[in-house]
């Protein structure tokens, strides 16, 4: 159960560090990296500019990844929130697995959270 806690507060550090680190910068600040990867070559599908309500749709969503991941602590390692948290981040990676071209990071860290999922319903 020790090895259990530790491997989670390992995983809290990757997010919540991930997100003091994107608030040191400018695109991630604006909120405007999401949209720009979206329409690069990173993407597999890359988009093509479609205007101000797909903008600000990346806008929000880049917003919402920063407050999940400074949020961490909480959504994953509480008992009340636990599962909602490992849902999102499966959510997140499910979408970055798809849609960026990086798929190794994505698709490490979404069998992390579908394990500690597991572990959770064996739990209760």
């Known amino acids: 159960h020790h090895e259990h806690n530790l491997f989670i507060v390992g995983l809290i550090c990757v997010y919540f560090f991930s997100a003091v680190e994107k608030l040191r910068h400018k695109e991630w600040i ?3 990296l999401l949209y720009y990867v979206l329409s690069s070559n990173a ?7 479609l205007g101000d ?3 600000t749709l990346t806008k ?3 917003y919402t ?3 999940f991941e400074l949020f961490s602590p909480l959504l994953i390692f509480s008992k009340k929130f ?3 948290g490992h ?13 960026l ?7 490490f860290l979404l069998t992390i959270h579908m394990c500690a999922l597991k572990l959770i319903s064996n739990e209760e």
């Open 87 to 99: 849902g999102f981040f499966c959510l997140l990676h499910s979408f970055t697995l798809i849609f």
């Open 82 to 84: 636990r599962i909602i």
């Open 101 to 107: 071209k990086f798929p190794h990071f994505s698709l």
């Open 60 to 62: 929000i969503l880049t």
């Open 65 to 67: 990844l920063i407050v």
């Open 30 to 32: 604006d909120g405007e």
């Open 43 to 49: 993407s597999w599908f890359p988009l093509p500019p």
């Open 53 to 55: 309500p797909f903008f």
